[in-house]
């Protein structure tokens, strides 16, 4: 007579088994997964402590671009009249000392180099623009008009640039968790101006 096959374990105990050794892989497995790549824990942290030097850049940036708008605002309307050697060199004075922070800064993101790179741009043309009106000053005739015509081309010049980069530092507040940073100059209506509307 044969005796029928008996398993080892009942079903149900066999079936709780199985779930439990699935169990302690799935956690053996985590565990040996989390210790075996420090690799991307040490690229998380590289990556959260440059976004923090970003953000930090970033807020810098509008602080510095704040301050500035009003003394870049008012050479840019200035120039838009006739000016005395006098203003000239208040005006010489004020871009000289806009230049400093704008040069004198770390290298942070993109978004934040290209803001400040754009924002630097902006007041060299505008110091050229004062170059070109002190120079129509002593100028007569045709040269004088040529010269007060390349002011305020570059003058000009100078607002677009800053608004290109009022708008790449607005994406750099928000990216840094500010919000809107709205720091154009006057809308001047130019072609290639941006503003708080683009």
Known sequence: ??????????????AALLVCLVA??????????????????RATELQAAE???????????VQTADRLRSDVG??????????SAA??????GRLAAAHRPLRDRPSAGTEVNLAASGLDVAVTALQRAVAAERSAIEADGR???RLTALAADLRDDAVVAWSVA???????AIDAGMGHAHLFLPARGLKGELTADH
């Open 24 to 41: 302690v892989a799935v956690v053996v497995a985590m565990s040996l997964a989390d210790r075996a790549d420090p690799v991307a824990a």
């Open 87 to 92: 203003q000239l060199d208040r005006w010489e």
């Open 166 to 172: 009022a708008t790449q530092l607005d994406v750099a």
């Open 143 to 145: 040269e004088r008009r």
């Open 51 to 61: 976004d923090r030097r970003n953000a930090e850049a970033a807020r810098d940036l």
């Open 74 to 83: 008012a050479v840019v309307d200035g120039l838009a009249d006739d000016a």
């Open 1 to 14: 007579m044969t005796t029928p096959n008996r398993p080892l374990l009942p079903r149900p105990a066999f």
